[in-house]
Nanobody
């Protein structure tokens, strides 16, 4: 089993910044990809950003240029720096890790952006 613990969510005004962090622990051999997804009320869970063990990144078009994902392989942590936040970024953000054929999810952290 792999446990993912997120931190860093909260309430921020539009134009502000937040930094999310996720730490993985447990039966970890190699985490191929770590990333963040988000789910707004009444909507599906969507990809925000992912990063491979080699540092290759992929972002949703809606966050390109505003969000930056980074990863510390030695510590099995992933971070999401979110700048120029907009009200439409409001959602529960979930950390994700791929370990072999398995996908693991964190419990989610709320990000609320006020206008």
């Amino acid at each position: 089993q792999v446990q993912l613990v997120e931190s860093g969510g909260g309430l921020v005004q539009a134009g502000g910044s937040l930094r999310l962090s996720c730490a993985a622990s447990g039966s970890i051999s190699i985490i191929a990809t770590m990333g963040w997804y988000r789910q707004a009320p009444g909507k599906q869970r969507d990809l925000v950003a992912i990063i491979t063990s080699g540092g290759i990144t992929n972002y949703a078009d809606s966050v390109k240029g505003r969000y930056t994902i980074s990863r510390d392989n030695a510590k099995n942590t992933v971070h999401l720096q979110m700048n120029s936040l907009k009200p439409e970024d409001t959602a529960v953000y979930y950390c994700n890790a791929a370990v072999g054929p398995f996908q693991y999810w964190g419990q989610g952290t709320q990000v609320t952006v006020s206008s």
